[in-house]
C-alpha cells in the first residue's frame, strides 16, 4: 500500500512546478519527488539509505549495478522519512546506525539532493565519503580536470590496484583531487545537452574533515565498469596528517543542472538549523576571526587556518592581508598563517558565539643571512621539474621529463634542473655546484632542506664538499603513498645541517643531497622526498 506525505494546502496555491512534491512509500522504496521545474526524483531504500533510482528529467542517472551512498553503504540501518514544513517544504530522510546518521534533504522546488552526516565513530573501511555511483554512459565526462581520473578502457595497471594506463597515459581517481580550500564543485557530466550532476561544497562542508585547507582527495572517476563515481570525502587515509574528527560533517549537495556548472562556494545551507540535525550549530550559535596578516610578501598567498579537535576553517587574506575567518564554532584553535602552504606563524585564539574577536598574526622572521636559495619556500615544489605535472599523472608516465639523477649550478641553472622529488637509488643524489667568496667561506653556515612530504621514512642527507653531517632523524611516518597518487603535502620537515668553518672553500664548492633510509617496493615507492626549497644560510 501507498503512504504519500501530501501537501495538500500547499497544493492549491503552488505553481505547477511544484505540484508533484512529496514523500511516497512503497515496500521498501522511499520515493522524494522535488516538484521542480527540471525533474527531479530519487529513491532511498528504507533497508539500508542506499540511493538506488535518480530520475532526472525522466532518466535514470544513476548506476544500475550499485546504489549511491554513505562509505561502501551502510548495510542495514533505521530509516525514517519525513516533511519538515515549518520554514518551507523539505523532505527530509534520517538514516541511523549505531555510529552514524545520514540525512537526506530535498527542498520543494529544487533539484539538488543535500546531505549531512554525523559521526560518532569512523566507518569500519576507515575512511569517510559519500559516493554517488552514476551511468558511465549517461555522465562519462568529468570536472574540472577532464580525462586525467577516466581509467575507463585501461589496457594496464601501473601501481596497485588504482594507477592505471589508457591510451599510453597513467590515470588514477587519485588524480582528481583539489585543494579542500578551494574545493567548491566538481562534477561528472556529459556535452550533449549539458547536463552536470555536482558536488557541491561551502565554507561549512570541511568543518567537521581532516587535513587542513591544502588536503586534496578523490573527487571522481569514471571507472569503466558502468559507473561514473562522484565522491565527497570527508577524511580518509590518503596521506592522513592528524585524526580524523567525529560529529557533523557537511551540510554538502549533490545538484542535477541543465546550465553548465554550479557554484558551491554561495551554496546557502542555513535552513538544516530548522530540520533537527544532530551537531549542526546554527550562526546565531558560531562567533568569527579578524585581523590583519603581516611578513608574507605580496608574491605568495597568504592563507588563514584555524583547527582544534573539533572543527578546523580557512580563509584567504586580501592583498593587505586583512582577513575575517567563516563563521565558527565557540572554543579554543590554533591560528595558523601560511606563505602559500607553508607555514610561518602560529598563535592561540578563542572564538566565542556571538561575537568577533580580532586576532593579528606575523610571520616569523630569521636573523640569519642567506646565501643563495634554490625555490620559493611556498610549502610546495613550485618549479621543480615534473612539479607541474605530478598531480594528474604517475611518475612514471612518458610525459615526465627525466628525474635525473641532475646537477644544478647556483647562479646559472633553472628551477627545472632539480626534480620535484628524491627517489633514493633512482635519481638521487641531486649535486649543487657553487661559489663562495672568500669571506663568505671563511664562517660557519646552515645548509638548509626543506621537504613537504616523505614516504617510507626518507629524509635528506647531505655532504658538503668532503664535510659529512649527521644524518637526521626519521620523520613522522606518514603510512600512505604520497609522489605517486598526486600528493605533495604531508608535514613538512625543515632540515638544517650544520656546516662547521672551515667546511666551505673560497671558489668552487659542491654540495650532494641524497636520501636517507631503506628501500621499498619498486622504482618510485623507493623512500623518497618532495622538496620545497634549498638554502645555505650564514
Request: a neutral charge; proline letters at 4%; glycine letters at 10%.
Amino acid at each position: 500500500m501507498f503512504l504519500q506525505h501530501t501537501l495538500f494546502a500547499a497544493l492549491a496555491l503552488a505553481s505547477p512546478a511544484f505540484a508533484a512534491f512529496g514523500i511516497t512509500t512503497s515496500g521498501s522504496n522511499i520515493v522524494v519527488d522535488a516538484g521542480s521545474d527540471n525533474a527531479l526524483k530519487i529513491t532511498v531504500n528504507s533497508n539500508n539509505c542506499d540511493i538506488t533510482s535518480i530520475l532526472f528529467r525522466g532518466e535514470e542517472l544513476q548506476d544500475s549495478a550499485k546504489g549511491s551512498h554513505i562509505s561502501s553503504g551502510l548495510g542495514t540501518a533505521t530509516v525514517k522519512s519525513e516533511i519538515v514544513s515549518n520554514i518551507g517544504q523539505y523532505a527530509k530522510i534520517t538514516c541511523t546506525t549505531s555510529t552514524l546518521t545520514q540525512y537526506i534533504v530535498v527542498r520543494s522546488g529544487d533539484s539538488t539532493v543535500y546531505m549531512a552526516t554525523y559521526t560518532t565513530a569512523e566507518p569500519t573501511i576507515g575512511e569517510l565519503r559519500f559516493i554517488a555511483r552514476l551511468s558511465a554512459s549517461k555522465l562519462p565526462l568529468e570536472y574540472p580536470f577532464g580525462v586525467v581520473s577516466t581509467t575507463a578502457g585501461s589496457s594496464s595497471t601501473v601501481e596497485g590496484s588504482d594507477v592505471f594506463v589508457v591510451g599510453g597515459q597513467t590515470r588514477s581517481k587519485f588524480y582528481s583531487s583539489e585543494r579542500f580550500i578551494d574545493d567548491y564543485t566538481h562534477c561528472v557530466y556529459r556535452d550533449s545537452d549539458a547536463i552536470h550532476a555536482c558536488i557541491l561544497l561551502n565554507s561549512g562542508s570541511y568543518e567537521g574533515s581532516s587535513g587542513g585547507p591544502f588536503f586534496r582527495d578523490i573527487n571522481s572517476n569514471n571507472a569503466g565498469d558502468g559507473a561514473t563515481n562522484l565522491y565527497f570525502y570527508m577524511n580518509s587515509g590518503h596521506v592522513q596528517t592528524e585524526s580524523f574528527r567525529m560529529g557533523l560533517h557537511g551540510p554538502y549537495a549533490l545538484q542535477f543542472s541543465r546550465s553548465g556548472v554550479p557554484s558551491g562556494k554561495t551554496m546557502d545551507t542555513s535552513f538544516f538549523a530548522n530540520l533537527g540535525v544532530t551537531g549542526y550549530v546554527a550562526a546565531s550559535g558560531r562567533g568569527s576571526v579578524t585581523g590583519t596578516a603581516t611578513g608574507v610578501s605580496s608574491n605568495f598567498q597568504k592563507v588563514l587556518h584555524w583547527y582544534n579537535a573539533n572543527a578546523q576553517y580557512w580563509v584567504y587574506a586580501d592583498s593587505a592581508g586583512k582577513f575575517t575567518s567563516p563563521a565558527m564554532k565557540p572554543g579554543t584553535y590554533t591560528q595558523v598563517l601560511y606563505q602559500d602552504e607553508f607555514k610561518v606563524g602560529s598563535s592561540s585564539v578563542s572564538v566565542t558565539a556571538g561575537k568577533t574577536t580580532t586576532a593579528n598574526i606575523g610571520a616569523s622572521t630569521s636573523s640569519k643571512t642567506t646565501l643563495w636559495q634554490i625555490g620559493d619556500w611556498d610549502g610546495q615544489p613550485t618549479g621543480f621539474r615534473n612539479a607541474d605535472k605530478q598531480l594528474r599523472m604517475h611518475p612514471s608516465d612518458s610525459r615526465m621529463s627525466s628525474w635525473g639523477p641532475l646537477t644544478y649550478t647556483v647562479g646559472s641553472s633553472s628551477l627545472d634542473s632539480v626534480p620535484m622529488a628524491l627517489f633514493k637509488g633512482v635519481n638521487a643524489p641531486l649535486t649543487i655546484k657553487f661559489t663562495l667568496t672568500a669571506a663568505q667561506a671563511a664562517a660557519a653556515a646552515t645548509l638548509r632542506v626543506g621537504t613537504t612530504l616523505s614516504f617510507a621514512g626518507a629524509r635528506p642527507s647531505a655532504v658538503i664538499n668532503s664535510y659529512t653531517p649527521a644524518t637526521p632523524a626519521a620523520p613522522t611516518k606518514i603510512d600512505s603513498r604520497g609522489v605517486t597518487r598526486g600528493a605533495y603535502r604531508g608535514f613538512g620537515e625543515v632540515y638544517d645541517f650544520a656546516v662547521p668553518a672551515g667546511n666551505l672553500i673560497s671558489g668552487s664548492n659542491t654540495i650532494t643531497l641524497n636520501v636517507a633510509s631503506g628501500s621499498s617496493g619498486d622504482t618510485y615507492l623507493q623512500p623518497n622526498v618532495i622538496l620545497d626549497a634549498i638554502e645555505l644560510l650564514r
